[in-house]
């Protein structure tokens, strides 16, 4: 309470409750960046459902609420209510395509779902179905790229702004610690080219299913590849003749997460092509340039838009996977490119400016 009243104007973030993804992105790091204000003009706080008994006080102290993707519900509607019947304004901020009930079935495919399962039917329309309801209860809605943006603004008729996502102190100090340790080596490496597949959810099967073919073949074709997947999604039997050379590490924190970030040369970024997946945002891509990893990723909107193919990163389409990994990995051409990458910030104080 005492750093949302800091300031001259107040900013409340809602999310139901705290998480490593999206509660981290959408009111953590913006709470951050916006304390950060020297003049005192801004200060932000945020809250969960937990801490309900104390809404009244938030309600008060707060001059503008932010909803961060989440479900209508009775609480929802009556903090909406408390803060309407005193002129201020709400609005909702989302990163993901998850409001409009007519894509259900798309995203359920993207997702790998179970379409033959009434109850994950039953889930994902409610899902969206409560997430779209409380959207609409806003005055304005802020999302992370253009793409999404406009889904948004058809969808709900709402004005919409784009706040792309960026990286917190935490991250940023780590991972400039790591990059400056990378440049003092001279971007030294032993003779190996390794490829890392980083997953934050069990959701991105189908996503990583698209390269496997080619690293299959890349694994056979040069003995100096290997491949660290991190995160829920396992390597698969395919690749088990591999051996060693394919290791898994458990989902980590999103700090130590850089550090094995920057262990490999090239951070795979595979997308299926659809509309839901050219709403995600390019934060893959940017937690990787800062510890001097180049990254390849299919053409989605986003990536795109943050990559400019064969400078700062490479777009692959699903056929084209095989081409950029077989790049000669000399310590020299490494090394450019890592530090091509590593002059990419995505810093709070500039994403705002």
């Not at 004005?159 to 080596?185: G, T």
């Not at 040069?222 to 088990?240: F, K, N, Q, T």
């Not at 262990?263 to 299926?272: A, I, K, R």
């Not at 943050?306 to 020299?332: T, V």
Request: aromatic share 12%; proline share 4%; glycine share 6%.
């Amino acid at each position: 309470m005492k750093t949302l009243a800091s300031g001259k104007r107040r900013v409340a973030y809602f999310y139901e409750e705290p998480n490593n993804s999206t509660f981290r992105y959408r009111a953590y790091n913006m709470a951050q960046v916006l304390n950060d204000d020297k003049n005192g003009d801004v200060s932000a706080s945020f809250f969960f459902l937990r801490d309900w008994a104390r809404i009244d006080e938030i309600v008060e102290l707060a001059d503008v609420l932010v909803i961060c993707r989440s479900r209508y519900c009775h609480r929802i509607n009556h903090l909406v209510m408390k803060f309407r019947l005193r002129g201020k304004r709400v609005l909702f901020d989302i990163d993901d395509f998850v409001f409009d009930s007519s894509y259900a079935h798309l995203i359920m495919n993207t997702l790998d779902e179970d379409v033959s399962d009434p109850d994950r039917w039953d889930f994902w329309f409610s899902y969206i179905g409560r997430m779209g309801a409380a959207l609409r209860m806003c005055d304005g809605a802020i999302t992370t790229n253009g793409y999404l943006a406009d889904k948004l603004a058809k969808y709900s008729g709402l004005p919409v702004s784009v706040v792309p996502n960026f990286m917190n102190k935490e991250q940023l100090d780590y991972s400039d610690a790591i990059f400056r340790h990378k440049q003092e080596r001279e971007f030294a490496r032993d003779e190996r080219i390794h490829l890392g597949y980083f997953s934050g959810s069990p959701s991105h099967k189908l996503d990583y299913a698209i390269i496997v073919p080619a690293i299959e073949s890349l694994l056979a074709s040069d003995p100096r590849i290997e491949l660290m997947i991190v995160g829920y999604i396992e390597a698969g039997p395919v690749l088990s003749k591999f051996g060693d050379r394919v290791k898994r590490q458990p989902f980590h924190d999103y700090v130590n997460l850089q550090r094995l970030i920057s262990t490999v040369e090239f951070n795979l970024m595979p997308l299926q092509a659809n509309d839901f997946t050219n709403c995600k945002s390019e934060l893959k891509y940017f937690e990787a340039a800062v510890v001097g990893a180049m990254s390849i990723a299919s053409p989605s909107h986003t990536y795109a838009a943050a990559i400019r193919d064969g400078e700062n990163g490479y777009l692959a389409k699903a056929q084209e996977w095989l081409s950029p990994c077989s790049i000669p990995s000399d310590s020299g051409h490494c090394g450019a490119c890592c530090g091509d990458c590593g002059m990419v910030s995505w810093r709070g104080s500039d994403v705002l400016r």
